[in-house]
């Protein structure tokens, strides 16, 4: 089998920050053949360092990456309908947004809150990626895995994954051991439309439509996330660079108290916690739309890091390390980023 390995890869193109950075050795995998090779044939490439790479959206970059760079490109959907549910199955190189107006198109409800999210279907189940009330464990099968240990794949159900909020087994225990290279969904014939989120209701009032369906919801997703956050092609971001934090409703009720002048935005979490809107914390501290030389906040979303044009990636770093710390000297809450740091 035929291998293209290339050297001294530049990644400026392949990181929705457009930050200048390069690999040693890079190559693009689309079959499961041509990883399950690589990884076993090829063993002298494999045993350096290695990144795995999908749509570049959740990675900022703030040094070259001395190893090999394997981006998952793996193409195709399909789906199968039995007389309640349809089943989806994705190769990982697929675009998300693409996956979610398939789904649309073909009447399948649970993904329409997720429209518009950045990245490869790989990479969803690495992060539990989710958007207004919606989250991809909601509707995750399963998916396939290179096991770059033992060298074959290995499927794993929703339980095996771990998921938790932008959390999986993935991102945390096995990171770095497993590749994905499929995964399945289950979708809805019969959707029970989520307007959780008070600014979906919002633009649809707009809209002046009072029953909305999945391509609705989905495409006012799109119009919100257009309007908040920058277009990478324009202005190289990651989307949310910030998780949005989990706190107990007592420590909620105690910032309330003491800050009584502030209308806190946050959201039920369960068990006796409560979801506060990163983007509305860093906004209390003067960050939105702050520069600070090519780095920046977004004007419309002050939890969308951005580069302005010539930003390194550690000017980017450390103007969230400034934001975690003003966010913790202010609120006695800790930020956890969102984005990997390489």
Not at 209 to 230: C, F, G, H, N, Y
Not at 323 to 338: A, C, H, M, N, S
């Amino acid at each position: 089998m035929e291998l293209s390995i290339q050297e001294h890869f530049p990644l400026k193109d392949y990181n929705t920050f457009g930050i200048e950075a390069f690999a040693k050795q890079y190559i693009e995998i689309r079959t499961e053949a041509e990883l399950t090779y690589l990884f076993t044939e090829r063993k002298e490439i494999t045993r350096q360092p290695i990144l795995v790479l999908g749509g570049g959206s959740n990675i900022l970059f703030t040094r070259d990456f001395d190893g090999l760079v394997v981006r998952i490109n793996i193409p195709g959907i399909t789906h199968a309908i039995s007389s309640t549910a349809a089943t989806v199955v994705a190769g990982a190189g697929v675009v998300w947004n693409k996956l979610v107006w398939y789904c649309v198109d073909h009447h399948f409800a649970g993904v329409e809150n997720m429209a518009l999210i950045p990245g490869t279907v790989g990479a969803a189940p690495v992060q539990n990626i989710g958007a207004y009330g919606a989250e991809l464990k909601d509707v995750f099968v399963s998916c396939r895995a290179f096991d770059t240990q033992r060298g074959k794949i290995s499927t794993f159900d929703r339980a095996a994954c771990r998921f938790s909020y932008r959390e999986s087994l993935f991102k945390n225990e096995a990171k770095g051991r497993y590749i994905i290279t499929q995964v399945t969904f289950r979708l809805s014939l019969k959707p029970v439309i989520n307007t959780s989120y008070g600014a979906i209701n919002t633009e649809l009032a707009r809209r002046n439509i009072t029953v909305p369906t999945i391509s609705d919801i989905a495409e006012v997703v799109s119009a919100i996330r257009t309007d908040k956050l920058p277009d990478p092609s324009t202005i190289g971001n990651s989307g949310s660079f910030f998780k949005n934090p989990i706190v107990s409703r007592q420590h909620l009720e105690q910032l309330q108290s003491t800050l009584p002048d502030k209308d806190f935005v946050y959201y039920p979490a369960g068990d006796g916690c409560v979801k506060i809107a990163a983007g509305w914390l860093i906004e209390q501290c003067g960050w939105k739309g702050k520069r600070v030389g090519d780095a920046g906040t977004w004007k419309n979303q002050a939890l969308v890091l951005v580069n302005h044009g010539n930003a390194s990636g550690k000017a980017i770093y450390e103007l969230s390390e400034q934001i975690i710390q003003d966010v913790e000297r202010r609120f006695g809450i800790t930020l956890e980023r969102e984005v990997n740091i390489l």
